[in-house]
């Protein structure tokens, strides 16, 4: 999870070109109106509409989530499906469309100049008329601000994060799909601060919870730690990081008898890899992997002989759980390069990761946050096809069903590490 401010507004942002001299090569028209240059032409559709304030407005007006699609010569061959979390506020809604926009066009004109892009064979939207924003918006906000009322007017909770976990023999919920089976039980809190993005770990024979904790006095995100008693439950919760940042997602990882967390730290502007020096309470900074970036919940995998580090990115104003980029190094220590595809997926529903790498049945799954309705609100399972420099492929996600084992509402994080299993959700 995370909860702080984005990239500076000063960052910018660069589209390939083809050449920086001579004729066009491509022309990019954001007018819906350009004439014809005899050269090819990407545009952008906004729900139907090639004008962006209709396109906002359509929108609002019939209540769909936000789609926008990429045209070259008037032919649909790119997509974005941007993650707006307060759909009421109309400035948010428009910055998250922008920023989804801009990162469609980088990612439609890299893939124009390297042979990629293919017409899409899903139906695409015709729309002519347009309504008015300002009536659509108006009733849009009354209703929300409505349904926000009822929520508090009922003392639904919303907000605060909590951990399930439990210990299981067998098939566990990357396997079924499903939230059945032996019940979660919930890490314990003081309702001062909440738990989210837990990871576990097993350290001779003894397992361990590793969680995002955040205090509500100092909304920053903090790593604490617990052991897994004789009884089944788990001890005071503890902090064995902190930083003047926030920090979040917990990953252990082992390499050359080392124990390393990796945690977001995206509020720094840098990815920072810890040693444990006396595992699990005391760890140092072992290297930073990227810096100068904001990088979110980036997950490792190592495959073909590479590590790999899959996360997501954000441009200005735009949403951190809709854009996927990829890393890869010979090492974990690096030298970490983007890779040439970046972005690889804009979709609010499956670019975001939700927990470590599972591999059963020969397979490689990444289990995904799937923020279709809100941020925390459901996560799937992905596999992963292909991952070399050249391509990245992914399968379509997989769900993961709700069930009677944990009744909370929606799914954000999930883990397992021997017969721990842990969850985490709001509501």
Do not use: C
Not at 116 to 129: G, M
Request: glycine share 12%.
């Amino acid at each position: 999870m995370r909860k702080v401010a984005g990239p500076s507004l000063s960052d910018r942002v660069t589209l390939p070109v083809a050449s920086s001299a001579g004729p066009a090569d491509l022309v990019i028209d954001l007018t819906g109106a350009a004439p014809g240059r005899g050269v090819p032409v990407i545009g952008l559709d906004f729900g139907g509409h090639r004008r962006f304030v209709d396109g906002l407005a359509g929108m609002i007006a019939s209540g769909t989530l936000p789609e926008v699609v990429a045209l070259l010569d008037g032919v649909p061959v790119n997509r974005a499906a941007p993650m707006v979390e307060n759909p009421l506020l109309v400035g948010r809604l428009a910055s998250r469309v922008l920023a989804g926009s801009v990162w469609l066009l980088m990612q439609t004109v890299s893939r124009y100049f390297s042979g990629r892009l293919k017409p899409l064979d899903v139906p695409y939207p015709s729309v002519t008329t347009a309504p008015n924003l300002s009536r659509a918006y108006l009733p849009n906000l009354i209703g929300g601000l409505a349904a926000r009322a009822g929520r508090k007017f009922t003392g639904q909770r919303v907000g605060h994060w909590q951990v399930g976990y439990r210990l299981i023999d067998g098939p566990g919920i990357a396997e079924t799909g499903r939230m059945d089976g032996a019940p979660f039980a919930v890490v314990p809190d003081d309702g001062k601060r909440f738990y989210a993005d837990p990871f576990v770990a097993e350290h001779k024979g003894r397992h361990f919870l590793f969680v995002e904790e955040l205090p509500y006095a100092t909304n920053k995100g903090v790593i604490s730690a617990a052991e897994l008693g004789p009884d089944g439950s788990f001890g005071p919760l503890h902090t064995v990081i902190e930083e003047p940042h926030h920090l979040s997602y917990p990953q252990i990882l082992v390499e050359d008898g080392e124990i390393y967390m990796l945690p977001e730290s995206s509020g720094g502007r840098e990815l920072v890899l810890y040693r444990a020096v006396a595992f699990p309470d005391r760890w140092e900074r072992h290297s930073v992997l990227l810096s100068d970036t904001n990088i979110n919940d980036a997950t490792l995998l190592i495959h073909g002989g590479r590590h790999w580090l899959i996360g997501t990115s954000r441009l200005p104003l735009g949403s951190s759980s809709d854009t996927m980029v990829i890393y890869s190094a010979p090492k974990l220590g690096g030298p970490w390069t983007p890779h040439p595809l970046n972005p690889i997926v804009i979709d609010r529903t499956s670019a975001r990761p939700g927990g470590a790498i599972v591999r059963t049945g020969g397979r490689i799954l990444l289990p995904v946050q799937n923020g279709t309705h809100s941020y925390g609100g459901g996560l799937g399972l992905m596999e992963l096809i292909q991952l070399d420099d050249a391509n990245v492929i992914w399968g379509p996600v997989g769900p993961i069903e709700p069930g009677s084992a944990w009744d909370r509402r929606g799914l954000h994080t999930l883990n397992r590490a021997g017969r721990l299993e842990v969850v985490d959700s709001t509501g």
